[in-house]
């Protein structure tokens, strides 16, 4: 089945370090969204990104379709950037329509 | 907007009762989706409907969870005579398309159901 494996499983960072998110999946996906979820509370689309490199703000991710790999980078991290970070794979089946496979996330905690 | 609203926001039950998890999509969204997070397995994709039509329910346990969409306003998640193994949070979720395009996916603060 389609598996999505995120690495690393957790990082601490000082305030103002970079964070560099890995996602890796196992089949060629038609879509790849990358999610934040605060802890205790809902997930909150931060990018979608099926392929090539996109930015909003602090936020870059950067999708090679061929090789199965997306990765997000945070710049200049901020304690609020604390939480978990989860990528997410969607296919189309024209039976099935589209639902979203969810990596297992990163976990990232930023320190003063 | 006030975004998905997912009630209740917590739910305790006992082993072997029934619990209604009730949905309430952003207004005009066509595609409704249920999705389950625990520790253990992570985000799981449970069903979803499209224009109120379930599509596609592979990630349902067959024999105890049901889920409906009557209108376009909202939708349920029903769990028949729970077990502990079915505590989690429900999450549900809307988009203005089930293909996903740039449509972004919406969702709901979930349920957090605790099956004693």
């Known amino acids: 089945g389609q598996q999505v494996q995120q690495s690393p499983a957790s990082l601490v960072l000082q305030e103002g370090e970079n964070a560099e998110l890995q996602c890796n999946f196992s089949?060629?996906?038609?879509?790849l969204q990358w999610f934040y979820q605060r802890p205790g509370g809902s997930l909150v689309s931060l990018l979608y990104n099926p392929s090539g490199t996109k930015h909003t703000g602090r936020l870059t991710s950067t999708t090679v379709t061929k090789e199965r790999r997306s990765s997000l980078h945070i710049s200049s991290s901020q304690i609020t950037d604390s939480g978990t970070y989860f990528c997410a794979m969607e296919r189309f089946d024209n039976n099935a329509g589209a639902k979203l496979t969810f990596g297992g996330g990163t976990r990232l905690t930023v320190r003063p | 907007n006030a975004g998905v609203i997912q009630t209740p926001r917590h739910k305790v039950t006992g082993k072997g009762q029934e619990a209604t998890l009730w949905c309430e999509p952003i207004s005009g969204h066509s595609a409704v989706f249920w999705y389950r997070q625990t520790i253990v397995q992570g985000l799981e994709f449970l069903t979803y409907f499209r224009n109120q039509a379930p599509i596609d329910d592979s990630g349902m346990p067959k024999e105890r969870f049901s889920a409906q969409m009557p209108n376009q306003s909202h939708s349920t998640l029903k769990i028949q005579s729970t077990q502990p193994q079915d505590s989690a949070v429900y999450l549900c979720a809307s988009s203005s398309s089930d293909w996903g395009g740039q449509n972004t996916l919406y969702f709901g603060a979930g349920t957090r159901l605790s099956v004693l």
């Open positions: 089949s060629t996906a038609t879509q």
